[in-house]
């Protein structure tokens, strides 16, 4: 017989269905990988990857990490895309981020166009910490579990993530 209080210890399962996963996070996941790839079709083929994933696998999640899994099994197929052989020859060249400005804001357009170039000029390895930092919201802890790799390390590539924006943006002035 389990002991008093060792049900409420277990962190609780998801009870959401794929659809309502579908409805919540599909949009952020798409723009993730999106921000990621810098091509709308194949950000849209990682997407639906992720969530077929998902509906196969069945896994069981806990209460409030369904976005981190689905953003966590798409960015591995965005790096497994980004390894690409036809990926670095053909896409690197491509157009960056496509933003929606509001109509009247066309400075804030100007400086939002030229942060996501400088965005999309930096590594994958710190381009992805961006991506979930700023544009997601994920705090380091979140993304450290997502990922996989040590707090410290997301810490240190979010840093010179930082640095190196930096640098590309004044050369930009």
Known sequence: ???PGTAQQREETSTLSFAELYERYATDVLRVCYS????????????????????????????GSEKAWLLKVALNRCRDLWRG???????LGSPAFELFPAPDDFEKLEDEEAIMKAVNQLSPDFKEIVLLHYYQGFG??????????????????????????????????
């Not at 950000?43 to 509906?55: G, S």
């Not at 052989?85 to 896409?91: H, L, Q």
């Open 1 to 3: 017989m389990a002991e």
């Open 36 to 63: 990621y790839l810098g091509d709308r079709q194949k950000a849209e083929d990682v997407c639906q990857d992720a969530f077929v994933k998902l509906m196969v696998t069945q896994p069981e999640l806990k209460v």
């Open 85 to 91: 052989a036809w990926f670095k020859r053909v896409v």
């Open 140 to 173: 380091i802890s979140e993304i450290s579990e997502m990922l996989s790799i040590p707090e410290g390390t997301v810490s240190s590539r979010l840093s010179r993530s930082r640095k190196k924006l930096e640098s590309l943006l004044a050369e930009n002035v």
